[in-house]
Nanobody, 129 residues
Framework: QLHLAESGGGLVQPGGSLRLSCVAS????????IGWFRQAPGKEREGVSC????????NYAASAKGRFTISRDAAKNTVYLEINNLRPEDTALYYC??????????????????????RGQGTQVTVSS
């Protein structure tokens, strides 16, 4: 079972930036696409971005386009989510999950296509002045 651990969150002022990391427990993670999700108190889970197993395909929610950048470093078993120009509405718990199927050329943000069993505790992002 692949296990993921998130880090990099924090308290930032509006307009600031953060880079979140999702580290996988083993090298077989490079067979899976990874998605980043967020959930704010009282709100439903929202998929914000995903990247396929090779890193050549990325996808973003409308709310994330232009400010979020997803990337992966296979040598470090890590997927990054860089968020620029942070807004108060970005405040949420962010976590990553891997696709159920391996070696998919594309990815989407359908939460049903992700395996959450090995997800970490998430990393909190709070945007406030």
């Amino acid at each position: 079972q692949l296990h993921l651990a998130e880090s990099g969150g924090g308290l930032v002022q509006p307009g600031g930036s953060l880079r979140l990391s999702c580290v996988a427990s083993e090298s077989t993670s490079d067979a899976y696409g990874i998605g980043w999700f967020r959930q704010a108190p009282g709100k439903e889970r929202e998929g914000v971005s995903c990247i396929n197993y090779s890193g050549r395909y990325t996808n973003y929610a409308a709310s994330a386009k232009g400010r979020f950048t997803i990337s992966r470093d296979a040598a470090k078993n890590t997927v990054y989510l860089e968020i620029n120009n942070l807004r108060p509405e970005d405040t949420a718990l962010y976590y990553c999950a891997h696709r159920v199927r391996r070696y998919e050329v594309e990815c989407d943000l359908d939460s049903m296509r992700y395996d959450y069993y090995g997800r970490g505790q998430g990393t909190q992002v709070t945007v406030s002045s």
